[in-house]
């Protein structure tokens, strides 16, 4: 368990002084491993060119008209056939490419409002559907796009998504066969073409794992709130020892992450949402290569580890027993095994229906269990901070792509219970009894709380937050903010007890600082709802110790530093301007 892990293992390294690595450089890299990537004095005038154009802003708004870069990378993903050889110097033949762009709310609604163009500037045929809303407001949250191009292996291309409505004059925006059908034109006729409006095809199936990736500027990714806020990691000059360390400690990772496989009880694959730590790695760097290694794990995640019913309505982890029915509680160790976010990543970034299908069904049976989790001899969801968290995250997941008034009912019963629990207090914390949740790690402790399950809580409040909006969300993160701050934290303020409130163990150690990484981000959403700067102040502090700790070297500890921190440093980049800056350094 983290706490006789971190207890038992030497005090914190001295950190590796290290530059930010050179693998966020996307246009520069192309999906090609870290190590290869070349200095950016090497790159190509116009590659580097639209780098500083899309790395200057940490958090640009997406505009509601304007263009974007689209990275196509023909690196073949492991999945694919090999290409057939091609006599030298022929062409190579178009291939259907697939891209699920997202958006933030209130940039797009419409899909027909896209057009694409090659590097040339030429036209490309392009259908679209939208993959889910925004709940409030109904605008675009994700879309799925689909065009040919032709690209010989290795080669990569510059594409331009256009926004707004097309130019007088353009073709009829339902023309045109679909992509998949599209016949190529002659080189003179496609680059004389106007600028084609994107044809709705409500029937588009996607090609995610295809020959060919698209990928967007990592700016792009962090705007659209696809996956929380973000920041780029070529943007974060605060923490460069996070953004070293966490990929160093991947690829020297003993064994590999992907030699581990599904455990019901001893070191876990994808423990704290593996596709979803993987994702929001891939979406700080907008690379290729990342991009396949987090589908790889969506993939993975759902071939081995989820069980559907008969008619593919419900799915539970594979960990649960074999004949439960929604008429018995969900088992704890199969609640933290259910991930929705990651799911949900993988839907709204790729347009895999398999990945819908998998959020419907984890929802839909997490939604028929409520009765029994929360109604029998105990309310299994308040036994603990973690429980209720899984639960809302996949319950939210499902909001995301079903906006049904039932489902909104039981988020909001959810959210409910969460912040009557929390009053029930007077901490702050969602106190409950220790030594019912895990009795190894707190002899007694009738009435305490665990500040990384408490992270975990507040994260799914935000997901919830950011769909419904509800001003409760508010006061409840700030007081469990405040909590963390005031009362779990060590006496050194270097780390968080692992258990506040256990009366035969005060944990008043710094010995579980990785730990910080989860945790802070709930500093960040202080931050966020409330606009207090002092939440950054405090999360900076224990972020610095939390690097310096960095312990990363199985998959749930690589999962539990990445799921989370990305999104503080998405929350820590609204700071903006010389006086917050001030603040900021005053408060140092």
Wanted: overall charge positive; hydrophobic content about 45%; glycine content about 8%.
């Amino acid at each position: 368990m983290d706490a006789q892990r971190a207890k038992a293992r030497p005090g914190p390294r001295r950190p590796l002084v290290a530059l930010l690595l050179a693998a966020p450089l996307l246009w520069m890299s192309c999906g090609r491993p870290p190590a290869r990537v070349p200095a950016a004095r090497r790159a190509e005038p116009r590659v580097r060119a639209v780098l500083q154009a899309h790395a200057a802003a940490a958090r640009p708004a997406p505009p509601s008209e304007g263009s974007v870069p689209l990275l196509l990378v023909a690196d073949a993903a492991p999945s694919a056939p090999a290409p057939a050889k091609r006599p030298p110097g022929a062409t190579p033949p178009e291939i259907v490419v697939s891209v699920a762009v997202p958006f933030a709310p209130g940039v797009l609604r419409d899909v027909r409002l896209v057009r694409l163009r090659d590097e040339r500037g030429a036209a490309v045929p392009l259908r679209a559907k939208p993959l889910a809303v925004w709940p409030r407001g109904s605008s675009i949250r994700s879309a799925l796009l689909v065009f040919r191009a032709a690209l010989a292996p290795g080669e990569r291309a510059i594409y331009t998504l256009d926004l707004g409505a097309p130019p007088p004059g353009s073709p009829s925006q339902q023309a045109g066969p679909p992509p998949a059908q599209a016949p190529r034109a002659a080189e003179g006729s496609r680059a004389s073409q106007a600028p084609r409006a994107a044809a709705l095809d409500e029937a588009l199936l996607p090609n995610p794992d295809g020959p060919i990736a698209a990928v967007l500027p990592p700016s792009w990714y962090a705007a659209s709130r696809v996956c929380g806020p973000q920041l780029p990691a070529i943007d974060d000059r605060r923490f460069p020892g996070f953004e070293s360390g966490i990929e160093r400690a991947l690829a020297r990772m003993t064994p590999p992450y992907d030699a581990y496989g599904v455990s019901c009880a001893g070191a876990h694959r994808t423990y704290y949402d593996g596709p979803h730590a993987l994702y929001q790695r891939f979406l700080r760097h907008g690379d290729a290569a990342r991009y396949r290694r987090a589908r790889a794990e969506a993939v993975w995640y759902r071939q081995h580890e989820l069980r559907f019913s008969p008619d593919r309505r419900l799915a539970v982890h594979v960990c649960e027993k074999e004949n439960w029915t929604p008429a018995a509680p969900l088992s704890w160790q199969v609640l933290r095994r259910m991930l929705g976010q990651g799911m949900l990543d993988d839907y709204l970034l790729t347009g895999d229906p398999a990945a819908k299908e998998a959020v419907l069904a984890m929802g839909e049976a997490l939604r028929l269990n409520l009765a029994a989790l929360t109604g029998g001899k105990e309310d299994v969801l308040r036994a603990t901070e973690r429980n209720m968290a899984w639960a809302m995250m996949t319950l939210t997941s499902y909001y995301a792509l079903d906006p049904r008034p039932e489902l909104l009912s039981a988020l909001r019963g959810l959210a409910d219970r969460t912040a009557a629990w929390q009053q029930e207090g007077a901490s702050g914390a969602f106190e409950h009894d220790l030594h019912r949740a895990d009795p190894t790690e707190c002899e007694r402790g009738p009435r305490g709380g665990s500040p990384f399950m408490t992270a975990l809580l507040v994260d799914a409040l935000m997901d919830y937050h950011a769909l419904t909006g509800d001003p409760r969300v508010r006061d409840v993160v700030a007081r469990a903010a405040g909590w963390l701050a005031e009362r779990a934290i060590t006496s050194d303020r270097r780390a968080f007890r692992y258990l506040w409130g256990c009366e035969t163990d005060a944990y008043d150690d710094s010995g579980t600082a990785d730990l910080n990484l989860l945790i802070v981000p709930a500093f960040g959403a202080a931050y966020a709802l409330t606009g207090d700067p002092r939440w950054i102040v405090v999360g900076d502090a224990l972020a610095d110790a939390g690097v310096k700790a960095m312990w990363v070297k199985q998959p749930k500890h690589w999962n539990q530093a990445m799921r989370g921190f990305g999104r503080y440093l998405g929350y820590r980049a609204a700071l903006a301007g010389p006086a917050m800056a001030g603040q900021l350094a005053a408060g140092r």
